[in-house]
């Protein structure tokens, strides 16, 4: 159903079993009358006018939710979805990174190109291994110390200066961290350059 211009989510209700529904690139400006699908595993909701995550709370089985290019300023009514791993966010308004408390089977989050300002709200996503979030306004790495399970670090253009090996000493698994087009320190930049992949 995507690219219908669909305004309103409506007629879904006997759909009991459906496992996916894609509503992208449409104009939908709020998330209704999706309550019934409670077997769905897989929503895509991008390229809409949503301004507001809400009405999602009864898809306790989502395991993958892309809601990214909307007009989404708030991380909201996501706490329910505890068995979401993969979350899509990114090309929205979102200066802070809450309401990701309970969603700790989530594997990859992509922030990408919001107003986030700093890392901070993902400490209890142990278990994710990918990170999007360049293109934001983020200042520092704090934040990201019990992403024990973390392989892929995206940050590039954020407003880094900052960068020494503490930062990640705790992240076992990180193969990747990604900080071009940051404002580093020469010598920051230098540490950057020889640790660019980590074992």
């Known amino acids: 159903m995507d690219r219908n211009l669909i305004t309103e989510i409506e007629n879904l209700d006997n759909l009991h079993d459906l496992k996916l529904l894609n509503l992208s690139y449409n104009a939908i400006i709020k998330l209704k009358n999706l309550v019934n699908l409670g077997n769905l595993r897989t929503l895509f909701l991008s390229f809409n006018q949503i301004e507001t995550i809400s009405g999602l709370e009864k898809l306790e089985n989502l395991v993958t939710l892309h809601i990214n290019d909307n007009r989404i300023t708030h991380i909201q009514?996501?706490?329910?979805?505890?068995?979401?791993?993969?979350?899509?966010?990114?090309?929205?308004?979102i200066e802070r990174i809450i309401g990701l408390e309970s969603l700790i089977e989530l594997i990859k989050l992509e922030l990408f190109n919001n107003r986030i300002l700093s890392l901070s709200g993902l400490d209890n996503l142990t278990n994710l291994?990918?990170?999007?979030?360049?293109?934001?306004?983020?200042?520092?790495?704090e934040g990201i110390n019990n992403l024990k399970g973390l392989i892929i670090l995206f940050?590039?253009?954020?407003?880094?200066?900052?960068?020494?090996m503490s930062y990640v000493a705790n992240l076992k698994n990180l193969n990747f961290i990604f900080l071009n087009e940051n404002p580093l320190t020469p010598e920051s930049w230098e540490i950057y350059q020889k640790r660019t992949r980590f074992p």
């Open 155 to 164: 940050l590039e253009n954020n407003d880094i200066k900052e960068f020494n």
């Open 129 to 141: 291994q990918e990170l999007f979030i360049d293109k934001n306004r983020i200042k520092g790495l």
């Open 77 to 93: 009514g996501l706490k329910r979805l505890l068995r979401l791993k993969v979350l899509n966010l990114s090309n929205n308004y």
